[in-house]
């Protein structure tokens, strides 16, 4: 493929903060840009050079976007593979239509997996797909306790249930309103970490070492990123199963692969989670921590230039900014102390553009970078005190 190159524009479907962070990069590079977000004060529109408000499946909009756009990619999985494969008919679209929608369906997504699981070394946890009343009935005790997922739309621990019994099972089937769904057995984890992979037109990939995460109530809480964050030889095998998980599907694009620790018999072992077809949360450090973010990269692969293996200069630890942080013990709105917390030595604060703060809600983050170590848990620590999030970090 011949590279797109800069001063032309590049379309985004989806407007939230990972679109948002996408059009900084690729506006650095001297790209223009257009987002499609129905929403008029979504992150990205506002920073956008172009904003298409409509729906994700308006044809209209969709043929505006691909007017504007010379490649187009995404900032979530969930928008409709219709529309990627219409855009896909005029235009350069990485990640493609196909590798979205296994990302969008738990069911496909782990089919993939346990597809992949000879080539990657990795396989996903044991599960099970529940269709109907009699899945529940007949699910393996050996998947109990489990967690029961929707197969689609599910994010940040949402459509998920923690079940101990098939009574249970049958009774958060039904309050799942009766959608396809995967029983997945709970696994004793010991950790969790992702990785972070950019794979050209031409097949050719690089990465970013794993970065262990921890989750709070099922949503990113906080990204350590730094040499001894995991063992030196699950970080090359986490490594060695994304490259087959996208190798396997031809995947275009910036792909995040999420994975669980567990201790087995024989020493710490890699389980495969799911994977993101988009940059995301856990590789927000990159921005601040290597030479080249997850978003450079983002726009390297879809734009077919050179992409370089990313350098991280300095360790960093990442705390997401949830609205939460927003209220005061009485449940009065108001702002952190930003000021307070940039006095730190390698504060990187990254808000969104969000006006309306909610529980739950990314509204920002904050990567602590430093000389070693030391330096940046010290930041760190202090930050998550300062945040009201003592003990976090
Ligand atoms: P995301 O926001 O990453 O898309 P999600 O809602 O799709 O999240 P998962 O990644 O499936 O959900 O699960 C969220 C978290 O719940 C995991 O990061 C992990 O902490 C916990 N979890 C999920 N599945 C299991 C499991 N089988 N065993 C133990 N813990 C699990
Ligand atoms: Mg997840």
Avoid at 60 to 65: I, K
Wanted: glycine share 8%.
């Amino acid at each position: 493929m011949k590279p797109i190159l800069p001063g032309a524009t590049l379309g985004v479907m989806g407007g939230g903060q990972l679109g948002r962070m996408f059009v900084h990069a690729a506006q650095r590079l001297g790209y223009f840009t257009a987002v499609l977000d129905p929403d008029p004060h979504s992150p990205a529109g506002r920073v956008s050079h172009h904003h298409v408000r409509t729906d994700y499946t308006d044809a209209q909009g969709l043929a505006q976007l691909a007017q504007l756009s010379a490649a187009i990619t995404t900032e979530f999985e969930n928008v409709p593979a219709q529309a990627l494969e219409q855009l896909a008919l005029s235009r350069t679209v990485a990640p493609g239509a196909a590798c979205v929608a296994i990302a969008q369906d738990r069911i496909e997504e782990k089919a993939h997996f346990r597809a992949c699981a000879a080539l990657s070394g990795v396989d996903c946890a044991p599960y099970a797909v529940i269709r109907s009343a009699a899945d529940c009935q007949g699910a393996s005790a050996q998947l109990l306790p489990g967690i029961l997922k929707t197969a689609r739309l599910g994010y940040d621990g949402k459509g998920q249930w923690r079940v101990g019994t098939h009574e249970e099972l049958a009774q958060a089937w039904a309050q799942s309103g009766q959608v396809p769904c995967v029983l997945e057995k709970m696994l004793p984890l010991v950790a969790e970490c992702s990785v972070l992979l950019a794979r050209g037109h031409d097949g050719q990939a690089v990465s970013y070492p794993a970065q262990r995460n921890v989750h709070v109530d099922g949503i990113l809480a906080v990204t350590h990123a730094y040499p001894a964050c995991m063992p030196a030889a699950l970080v090359d095998r986490a490594e060695r199963a994304t490259r087959a998980i996208a190798q396997q599907i031809g995947y275009v694009g910036l792909l995040c692969v999420e994975f669980f620790v567990v201790q087995a018999p024989q020493g710490l072992e890699l389980v495969v989670n799911e994977m993101a077809p988009r940059p995301h949360n856990s590789g927000h450090h990159t921005i601040d921590a290597f030479d080249h973010s997850q978003f450079d990269l983002q726009v390297r692969a879809m734009t077919g230039l050179p992409l370089p293996t990313p350098r991280q200069h300095s360790p960093a630890i990442m705390l997401n900014l949830l609205g939460d942080i927003w209220f005061d013990a009485q449940g009065r709105e108001r702002s952190p102390d930003w000021a307070q917390l940039l006095a730190l030595p390698g504060t990187h604060l990254h808000l969104y553009g969000k006006t309306q703060a909610r529980r739950g809600r990314k509204m920002g983050h904050l990567t602590l970078t430093g000389p070693d170590l030391p330096a940046v848990q010290a930041s760190a620590r202090r930050c998550a005190e300062l945040l009201g999030l003592p003990g976090l970090a």
